[in-house]
């Protein structure tokens, strides 16, 4: 899908979630962002370098700046063992074999894999939430200032996303990494994301407060998505107890709200 007229401004160490309806243009816009096609028009700006030019001989961002992470990104895992597989981008950079080693066993534990229990371990022996995240250790290996995910708790079960979720919250506040974020599932994104970018046919159909935007259910569903199941469960209970209620609830306020409905 291609975008039209897409204006966007991220800053550093913001969580971003980008979601619309399947061929919105999500897809199209990590590949801009991450410098792989160039542009028809406008600019692609990161660090002070424009990105893809059209005009000019093409410029790529400052190698290991930006990660990206594509569908299914266990697809792409090759090296015998997981360590191996993990280092290979910060090898590519030029590191010292020990840089590289450090680098690569820090990712991992940043995934949940614990070096002394995986390294060694054949990828192809390992379940698939576990080699989506030594797929990601092996971007995040690489100490990216910009983190672009399409997808990534997709195919998953419920727990494992959960956890992932969890762990790229954990590695934005220690790393300060931007992160953006592709996804369909608006719970994910009320955890997730600060921020949320709504595109439509390729455009931009509203960029603002996560927390503003996945609480307008009509919204959501002008752009065929569902609000989350907080926000929904929130409505209910405002029903049923004749009064206002928080749009997006906490888990601790929706068992408290509960409650109160229990008593009426």
């Known amino acids: 899908m291609a ?11 913001e969580r971003i979630g980008v979601t619309g309806a399947v061929g919105s243009g999500k897809s199209t816009l990590l ?31 400052r190698p290991g700046s930006i990660g ?63 080699q989506r995240r030594v797929a990601l250790a092996g971007v995040l290996a690489m100490r990216p200032e910009v983190l672009l995910l399409d997808e990534p708790t997709a195919h998953l079960d419920p727990a494992t996303r959960q956890e992932l979720i969890g762990r790229l919250l954990e590695v934005n506040a220690d ?19 600060e921020r949320l ?7 931009l159909a509203a960029d603002g407060p996560a927390a503003a935007l996945l ?17 929904r469960l929130g409505m209910m209970l405002a029903a049923a107890l004749q009064r206002p209620v928080p749009a997006l609830l906490s888990e601790a306020a929706a068992a408290g709200y509960l409650r109160q409905l229990a008593e009426v």
């Open 3 to 13: 975008l039209s007229d897409v204006s966007l401004a991220i800053r550093p160490g």
């Open 31 to 61: 590949e801009l962002l991450a410098g792989l096609k160039p542009p028809a028009s406008g600019r692609v700006r990161h660090d002070g370098r424009e990105l893809g030019g059209r005009r000019r001989r093409r410029v790529k961002p």
């Open 68 to 130: 990206l992470a594509l569908q299914s990104p266990e697809n792409c895992l090759f090296e015998s063992t997981v360590l191996a597989d993990v280092e290979f981008g910060p090898r590519n950079l030029g590191l010292a074999a020990g840089e590289a080693r450090a680098r690569a066993e820090a990712a991992m534990v940043s995934m949940g894999l614990a070096p002394a229990r995986f390294s060694r371990r054949s990828p192809w022996s390992l379940s698939t939430g576990e």
């Open 175 to 193: 790393t300060g990494a931007t992160i953006v974020m592709v996804g369909h599932d608006m719970d994910e994104m009320a955890r997730f994301a």
């Open 197 to 203: 970018i709504i595109l439509e046919d390729g455009r």
């Open 215 to 231: 609480a307008d259910a009509d919204l959501l569903r002008a752009h065929g998505l569902e609000a989350p199941a907080t926000v």
